[in-house]
T-cell receptor, first 112, second 112 residues
Framework: GESVGLHLPTLSVQEGDNSIINCAYS??????FIWYKQESGKGPQFIIDIRSNMDKRQGQRVTVLLNKTVKHLSLQIAATQPGDSAVYFCAENKIGTDKLIFGTGTRLQVFP | KAGVTQTPRYLIKTRGQQVTLSCSPISGHRSVSWYQQTPGQGLQFLFEYFSETQRNKGNFPGRFSGRQFSNSRSEMNVSTLELGDSALYLC???????????FGPGTRLTVT
């Protein structure tokens, strides 16, 4: 199958701190990117998206940064809460294709 | 609006059997994609349907097939089940092809 996901890095943060989750995408022709959150036993949940004509987009407590020069995407979560504990995936969509390619997930653990 | 629903949520089958999974997209969404998620391989794209037509297919054997009905509901079928088919099968719907996809809770398939 076509995917990335062999190893799951883990980020541990203290409640109240900011979290930064990184993702390197594969295709310079990708023009749309999404961050998903997946809690145990559930399907991925849409968090925020960004198009390639932007370098930053903010949501509620979350910010996505896009660096097209180095093909890097990051998700910043402000004031991390226990409910933020989950696996986070980035996904990219290449212009002219009809599918999302998911990156390696990152497990976020929030401790008190 | 109701979210993406998948049935059944859990399924246990024996090697060699076949299985059909069902997905009802969010009302108004015409694109439905299917993914297989395993601990070792992550999220792998299976196929994507739009207006009853398969528009994209991932790198899975022909045992994996799908279809979409006129009401956008979709089914996927796996024939001659193998132990390695044990996975969480996720369905996602989108108002537009490949963009902002919304996932269902998944069907957990166990092959014994």
């Amino acid at each position: 199958g076509e995917s990335v996901g062999l190893h799951l890095p883990t980020l541990s943060v203290q409640e109240g701190d900011n979290s930064i989750i990184n993702c390197a995408y594969s295709n310079s022709a990708s023009d749309y990117f999404i961050w998903y959150k997946q809690e145990s036993g559930k399907g991925p949940q849409f968090i925020i998206d960004i198009r390639s004509n932007m370098d930053k987009r903010q949501g509620q407590r979350v910010t996505v940064l896009l660096n097209k020069t180095v093909k890097h995407l990051s998700l910043q979560i402000a004031a991390t809460q226990p409910g933020d504990s989950a696996v986070y995936f980035c996904a990219e969509n290449k212009i002219g294709t009809d599918k999302l390619i998911f990156g390696t997930g990152t497990r976020l653990q929030v401790f008190p | 609006k109701a979210g993406v629903t998948q049935t059944p949520r859990y399924l246990i089958k024996t090697r060699g059997q076949q299985v059909t999974l069902s997905c009802s997209p969010i009302s108004g969404h015409r694109s439905v994609s299917w993914y297989q998620q395993t601990p070792g391989q992550g999220l792998q794209f299976l196929f994507e349907y739009f207006s009853e037509t398969q528009r994209n297919k991932g790198n899975f054997p022909g045992r994996f097939s799908g279809r979409q009905f006129s009401n956008s509901r979709s089914e996927m079928n796996v024939s001659t089940l193998e132990l390695g088919d044990s996975a969480l099968y996720l369905c996602a719907s989108s108002p537009a092809v490949a963009r902002e996809q919304y996932f269902g809770p998944g069907t957990r398939l166990t092959v014994t």
